[in-house]
């Protein structure tokens, strides 16, 4: 009887890496959960025992890298867990994900990160790893267990959810970085400016009534840790950037040199305040959806690397925490399934190209990651066979209720996109494939 190959052939495809600045026809092979070959169209690859998915017409790239979620465990089982969340991940074509410490407990201690941890190794589909707090509890009073945590294997550090409270706790936090080399991941809010705001502060929050939220809320602390950074010269990693000025500063910040990086949403670069007009809870998000000319300067601020990576917030809630008065609704909207299909829209509309989306989705934010998972986000041989399959131009409609999130809370559910991730393989797994595409077994 012979032994079940250990290869992949994903075959027929068009090849995008930009790490490698492949832009082409190609076959890819995978073994014993590495990339193994990468050949042009045409080539034989150098086995002939294995599996394969034939992907003719389809687009092959790596794996996508997420540094911004909310997988809700511990503390919040009835939104997310580790095991929904990484499904849904993996249809959404992430095979990385970063998840944020506003958990409870938060990731604040070794601890809960090991659990985090343990319940990813047994439970996820995909590469999990953990964020831990800035300050202990989330309390913004003093710094966490920051070598404890970094020994734990923490990423960066956030406050997610708020922003570091003080200015001598952001200080204290970037000195730290510069030692331990990890980012510290910035929510810029003032909340004494957005306490009660619900929307973004313009003509939509007069018109229906709501109290806004000014865009000066978020480039106040923007500007201030841009400084706290360059102080420092601690790595400041922004999150969520969703206005033209926040922009505008993290550009002027980075021509004098500052160690910052930035990262924004796919719903504040596809989405206006507009989505709100029916009240939809749904499109109730912090930062809040922005205006068209925010749009510009974000996806301008992309093509000029003013931003680096598009990181998907993805925020689950449950359905009875939306279906309630509008300033009673929490912010958040689920993101993975719908990140691939909102952002192609950019490049269907000739805004970006197809491989400058795919650089901000995969070797971009890896770089960001750095140590050793710095390596990822390619489909160089050697590297772990993490890989995303899409249909460019395929339309779908957005039905929540075949999500593998338990969050259904999207302003996009019922919406046509065109572009659809067909399969995502994680460490040479195939971790989820739709019904369009074949496997063949060897
Ligand atoms: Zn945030």
């Known amino acids: 009887m012979s032994k079940k190959p250990d290869s992949l052939l994903i075959h027929g495809g068009y090849i995008i890496d930009p790490a490698q600045g492949i832009d082409e026809a190609g076959d890819l092979l995978i073994t014993g959960g590495e990339i193994s070959w990468l050949g042009k169209r045409g080539e034989t690859p150098p086995l002939s025992d294995y599996d394969s998915l034939d992907v003719e017409g389809l687009a092959v790239c790596p794996g996508f890298i997420d540094l911004h979620c909310h997988l809700r465990e511990p503390g919040f089982e009835e939104k997310e867990t580790i095991a929904t969340g990484s499904r849904a991940a993996a249809r959404g074509g992430f095979t990385t994900i970063c998840c944020m410490p506003n958990t409870d407990p938060p990731l604040d201690n070794k601890a809960t990160v090991e659990y985090v941890k343990a319940k990813a190794a047994e439970e996820g589909v995909v590469r999990v790893l953990p964020i831990g707090c800035i300050s202990r509890g989330r309390k913004g009073e003093e710094l966490a267990l920051m070598d404890e945590l970094a020994s734990a294997g923490v990423i960066g550090f956030s406050d997610d959810g ?163 008065e509008f300033a009673l609704a929490p912010f958040g909207i689920s993101g993975f399934e719908t990140a691939l299909g909102s952002l192609l829209g950019l490049v269907h509309t000739g805004q970006l190209s197809l491989s400058e989306l795919v650089a901000r989705l995969t070797c971009e934010p890896a770089k960001i990651i750095g140590g050793k998972y710095g390596g990822l986000g390619t489909l160089a041989v050697g590297a772990p066979a993490d890989v995303t399959v899409f249909a460019p131009t395929l339309n779908w409609m957005v039905d929540t209720s075949t999500f593998a999130s338990k969050g259904r809370n999207t302003p996009l559910a019922g919406s046509v996109l065109k572009g659809k991730v067909v399969a995502t393989i994680s460490g040479g797994k195939l971790v989820y494939k739709d019904d369009s595409i074949e496997f063949k077994e060897g």
């Open 162 to 324: 708020a922003p570091a409270a003080t200015s001598l706790l952001m200080r204290q936090a970037l000195e730290y970085s510069c030692a331990s080399g990890l980012p510290v991941i910035d929510h810029c809010e003032d909340t004494s400016l957005t306490g009660g705001g619900q929307i973004n502060e313009g003509i939509m929050s007069i018109r229906l009534k709501l109290q806004g939220i000014p865009a000066a809320a978020e480039e106040a602390i923007v500007a201030r840790d841009l400084e706290l950074a360059e102080l420092t010269g601690g790595r400041l990693h922004i999150a969520h950037v969703s206005t033209a000025g926040s922009v505008e500063l993290i550009r002027r910040a980075k021509e004098k040199g500052v160690r910052a990086t930035a990262e924004v949403t796919p719903h504040h670069l596809t989405l206006t305040d507009e989505a709100l007009l029916g009240y939809d809870t749904n499109a109730k998000v912090n930062p809040p959806l922005r205006t068209k000319r925010d749009i510009e300067a974000l996806v301008q601020g992309l093509k000029d690397n003013v931003i680096d990576i598009i990181a998907t917030d993805h925020a689950p809630h449950t359905e009875a925490e939306k279906r309630c």
